[in-house]
């Protein structure tokens, strides 16, 4: 079992090598805990845990076998590991280390990934939706690759998607802040109307007073003031 464990991370590895970059991933990723998980592919600030799981004694025992009701046993038996290793799995789905909400599970054998997803099998139906559950999708050394595209497809939408939330964001504060200087526009204009207003009924006044002085001075001083008039416009 630990040689099939060593060979299973070696598959894993050689798969995530051919379509990654050696800075979008990291083999032997250790959480917080000290908890290591086999892989981890990084995603700006986004972690998919992977783990490799090899559940293959119970698998060759049933295909060995020709007895019916040792074969319905060993069936049992063997969804009993396959959940254990979904559990074990799930265990990596840390958001609060900026993990994704789900994690993969690599079984390097094609033959016993094929047979877990044969919806025929009643266990095997029962085993696919305790892994939906547990947030775990399984995958083999054939489907991870499209699995994995499309899984940074999707959280490069996602990435998008809050980006375009962040600048919505930033126009609302921005209209706040037109709104806000609208208002104070509105007011220092309001204010300019009333001294311009203050200024008119001022000129008015100053032109009684120069008619005045006129008068007084039997026309040799004053009558030659003329208000400029400000146009509110």
């Not at 809050?162 to 930033?170: A, G, P, R, T, W």
């Amino acid at each position: 079992p630990k040689q099939r464990g060593i060979l299973g991370e070696y598959f894993l590895e050689a798969s995530l090598e051919s379509v990654l970059s050696p800075n979008q991933y990291k083999m032997q990723y250790r959480f917080s805990n000290k908890e290591i998980v086999d892989a981890a592919v990084f995603f700006r600030d986004k972690i998919v845990p992977i783990d490799s799981k090899f559940s293959l004694e119970k698998y060759n025992l049933m295909q060995q076998t020709n007895d019916r009701m040792a074969k319905l046993k060993l069936e049992r038996q063997f969804a009993k590991d396959v959940k254990t290793r979904i559990e074990e799995t799930s265990k990596y789905i840390r958001p609060a280390e900026n993990t994704t909400d789900f994690a993969l599970m690599f079984v390097p054998a094609e033959g016993v990934y094929h047979y877990l997803i044969n919806s025929e099998n009643t266990s095997n139906q029962d085993m696919i939706a305790y892994a939906f559950q547990k947030k775990v999708i399984i995958v083999s050394p054939m489907s991870f690759y499209a699995y994995l595209q499309t899984i940074l497809h999707a959280l490069k939408a996602l990435q998008v998607e809050e980006s375009i939330k962040e600048v919505l964001k930033k126009i609302d504060v921005l209209g706040q802040h037109l709104t806000t200087y609208e208002t104070y526009l509105h007011k220092i204009g309001k204010n300019l109307g009333t001294s311009i207003n203050m200024y008119h009924q001022a000129a008015k006044e100053f032109e009684k007073i120069d008619k005045d002085i006129f008068k007084i001075s039997k026309g040799k001083q004053g009558g030659q003031y003329q208000a400029f008039i400000v146009d509110k416009k």
